[in-house]
């Protein structure tokens, strides 16, 4: 079976607005169960110790955290003190039901991409699906520098961030690609005319 895409005909436009729309989307939805829970988590009482006002780079922890990229929390005290690497979804942190905002998103992104290009079957759906990875990768880059929190002070110092290589690789590339696939593969075998 032949591919109906070629290269002069990939939904190119098509992929760089719904990964970066699934991105975005995925940062927002997070943004709004944080925000409700903050005060009441871990992460709130971080927040507090190092003069509150991040939200922004707490929000993003968590979304990477959705991705299965954990958090690196450094802490210490006139030269003693340690690292760790954790995440702030699920156990006492917030719902494991995050879990499910980058998949349902990213799947979401490649079936609305084959779907607006019309692909048929599986290798074209795959192709076209998996284009929502450039701009899922460019973001969260951007997303893995910015996220940065650290703070010094009376011989306390106190830094986060979220791992940069499971940042890229995992939440840039390996989560995008597939989700993506998948979700225009079922664009691909789906829809109006299929059986």
Same mark, same amino acid.
């Given at each position: 079976?032949?591919?109906?895409?070629d @290269?002069? !005909? +990939? #939904?190119?436009?098509?992929g760089?607005v719904?990964?970066a729309?699934?991105?975005i989307v995925?940062? &927002?939805l997070t943004?709004?169960?944080?925000?409700?829970?903050?005060?009441?988590?871990? &992460?709130?009482d971080?927040? !507090?110790n190092?003069?509150?006002?991040?939200?922004?780079d707490?929000?993003?922890w968590?979304f990477f955290n959705s991705?299965f990229?954990? @958090?690196?929390?450094?802490?210490g005290?006139?030269g003693f003190?340690?690292?760790n690497t954790t995440?702030?979804?699920?156990g !006492?942190?917030? @719902?494991p039901l =995050?879990?499910?905002?980058p998949?349902a998103?990213?799947?979401?992104?490649g =079936?609305?991409?084959?779907r607006?290009?019309?692909?048929a079957? @599986?290798? !074209?759906?795959?192709?076209?699906g998996?284009?929502?990875?450039? #701009?899922y +990768?460019?973001?969260?880059?951007i997303g893995?520098?910015?996220?940065?929190?650290?703070?010094?002070? =009376?011989?306390?110092?106190?830094?986060?961030r979220?791992?940069?290589? #499971?940042?890229v690789?995992?939440a840039?590339?390996v989560f995008?690609?597939?989700?993506g696939?998948?979700?225009?593969?079922?664009?691909?075998?789906?829809g109006p005319?299929?059986?």
């Amino acid at each position: 079976m032949s591919s109906s895409v070629d @290269t002069g !005909d +990939l #939904p190119l436009v098509e992929g760089v607005v719904a990964g970066a729309a699934a991105w975005i989307v995925g940062y &927002l939805l997070t943004a709004l169960v944080v925000l409700a829970r903050l005060d009441r988590s871990e &992460l709130g009482d971080i927040s !507090d110790n190092v003069g509150g006002g991040n939200s922004i780079d707490f929000i993003g922890w968590v979304f990477f955290n959705s991705h299965f990229v954990g @958090t690196v929390v450094e802490a210490g005290f006139l030269g003693f003190g340690g690292s760790n690497t954790t995440s702030f979804v699920g156990g !006492d942190g917030f @719902t494991p039901l =995050l879990y499910l905002v980058p998949v349902a998103l990213l799947i979401g992104a490649g =079936l609305a991409v084959g779907r607006a290009r019309g692909v048929a079957g @599986t290798t !074209d759906g795959a192709v076209a699906g998996s284009l929502v990875v450039l #701009p899922y +990768l460019a973001l969260s880059i951007i997303g893995a520098m910015l996220f940065r929190v650290s703070t010094e002070g =009376l011989g306390a110092s106190f830094s986060g961030r979220p791992e940069l290589l #499971p940042a890229v690789l995992l939440a840039g590339v390996v989560f995008p690609a597939v989700l993506g696939a998948l979700g225009g593969i079922v664009a691909g075998n789906t829809g109006p005319g299929r059986a």
